[in-house]
């Protein structure tokens, strides 16, 4: 079992940078492949980046691919995102969430077992 917590939302122009993190407790976090999911208002939430449990292997939506990196510091118990180069339509709530079921994480938000509150990002014009 594992606690999320996200930080590092905010309000940026576009082309602007944030980046997110994600502490989470306990001593199980390195066994739990970790994705990051949006929800925009009236959107399906969606998967943005996932990592696989020693941060070998990672997955980028296609929308975001290029421009967000998704790491690991299992030693922290730490999930980052770094999200360059951001424009209007990457406004929505990003959360963090754990998949206890695969390594590699998996892209249907319903596989995931724990999960952050989330973290409001939004870009202006």
């Known amino acids: 079992q594992v606690q999320l917590v996200e930080s590092g939302g905010g309000l940026v122009q576009a082309g602007g940078s944030l980046r997110l993190s994600c502490a989470a407790s306990?001593?199980?976090?390195?066994?739990?492949?970790m994705g990051w999911f949006r929800q925009a208002p009236g959107k399906e939430r969606e998967v943005v980046a996932r990592i696989s449990r020693g941060g070998l292997s990672t997955y980028y939506s296609d929308s975001v691919k290029g421009r967000f990196t998704i790491s690991r510091d299992n030693a922290e118990n730490t999930l980052y995102l770094q999200m360059n180069s951001l424009k209007p339509k990457d406004t929505a709530v990003y959360l963090c969430a754990a998949d206890r079921g695969s390594p590699v994480g998996r892209s249907n938000y319903r596989s995931y077992d724990y999960w952050g509150q989330g973290t409001q990002v939004t870009v202006s014009s």
């Open positions: 306990g001593r199980t976090f390195s066994t739990y492949a």
